[in-house]
């Protein structure tokens, strides 16, 4: 197993790629834009979970194993599609009020009970713009988190399952950013009030339906590949994957995860739209074509440890001498973007 992440003193790929794209064609700015009806589908969603929710209180405690069944079978794909709303809220791609994107990503929030919607935000536009940079990139695990994994099947089945938990251990290490403002306490005052709603309306069993929903669309499921998928490799020599399968039809094509890094100014509905035009750039990158397929392989392939990601390093750490795992590509060297 590597005791290491892939080090690279290479800048991440997609400011270049995105610059290339633009002067091959420009009509991709054609593209760039908001997605207003992304809201309509957040209250769609947000209507479908409540009530099933209100549906599984009724029935009580003794249908438990039918919430864990329509929680695996519907609700972790409801509950990840409000995920890719809140994501394209952070990015102020569905209306053109930054306030109007909180309130958007705060409502989406609420089905998985935890006021997450707003600190995501923080991170996610930190890792935008600090790919694989471990003091800024809460996407990369904690070295002492890809440690006690490690590679064996079931400490990584556990991780997944428990990859909310393992997700709150990462912000204290980053740098320079703000853990509160009065939108986190938004986002905390209405997760307290739907909460107290659901159990008041709903009883403890529908409390139970969502928080399976909420476990299961980012952890121990299909959807939870999408977390391997964006960033994970055993080969280093690309470090953000696509996923072009089926479920993008109510994953909002989430999976289209070069696209979005090389143009996150485009909205979720658009993505294919850009792939097409520019398939020339995307034709040659390796990409995956089944979560399912991909989630057994991480468990299982021993290639596979929460190591296998690329770590930016400061040039010239390494003593001018690639250090083990560096990735040292003089091609690719010519076209990055030095910082």
């Known amino acids: 197993m590597q005791s290491a992440f892939f080090q690279s003193e290479l800048d991440q790929p997609h400011p270049e790629r995105a ?8 009509e991709v700015r054609k593209l760039m834009g908001r997605n207003p009806f992304t809201a309509a589908i957040m209250l ?17 405690w003794s249908y438990w194993w039918l919430s864990l069944l ?6 972790a794909f409801l509950n990840h599609c409000m995920y ?3 994501h394209d809220a952070i990015h102020n791609l569905i209306f053109r009020s930054k306030s109007w994107n909180k309130m958007v990503a705060i409502i989406a929030d609420l089905p998985n009970l935890t006021p997450g919607a707003i600190g995501f935000g923080v991170y996610h536009l930190q890792h935008h713009a600090h790919q694989g940079d471990h003091d800024c990139d809460a996407d990369i695990a904690n070295r002492w988190e890809a440690r006690l994994i490690g590679n064996k099947w079931y400490r990584k089945a556990l991780w997944l399952l428990f990859f909310p938990f393992f997700q709150l ?9 703000r853990m509160w403002s009065r939108w986190s306490l938004v986002n905390l005052v209405g997760a307290v009030a739907y909460d107290a709603a659901l159990i008041y309306f709903c009883g403890w069993p529908g409390l139970l339906y ?22 994970y490799t055993y080969d280093s020599g690309q470090e953000t994957f696509s996923y072009y399968g089926p479920i993008n039809l109510i994953a909002l094509n989430v999976g289209y995860h070069n696209e979005h890094h090389d143009f ?18 995307y034709d040659t990158l390796k990409y995956h074509s089944s979560w399912s397929r991909l989630l057994f392989q991480f468990i299982f ?14 040039r010239g750490s390494s003593g001018g001498r690639p250090a083990a795992d560096t990735i040292v590509d003089p091609k690719s060297a010519l076209l990055s973007v030095r910082r």
């Not at 769609?44 to 009580?60: D, K, P, Y």
Request: aromatic share 12%.
């Open 84 to 86: 890719v709303i809140i």
């Open 169 to 177: 251990t990462r912000p204290p290490r980053i740098k320079a950013i």
């Open 210 to 231: 969502l928080a399976l929903s909420f476990f299961f669309s980012i952890g121990l499921h299909p959807v939870g590949a999408r977390w391997i998928q964006e960033h």
């Open 70 to 75: 329509i929680a695996f079978c519907l609700g």
């Open 44 to 60: 769609a969603v947000f209507s479908i979970q409540t009530a099933i929710a209100f549906a599984m209180g009724r029935l009580g």
């Open 19 to 26: 610059r290339a794209i633009l002067r091959a064609h420009p």
């Open 301 to 314: 392939d021993k290639r596979y440890s929460l190591f296998s990601r690329v770590e930016r390093i400061k």
């Open 264 to 281: 996150p100014s485009i909205a979720w509905n658009r993505l294919p739209k850009l792939r097409a035009l520019a398939s020339e750039f």
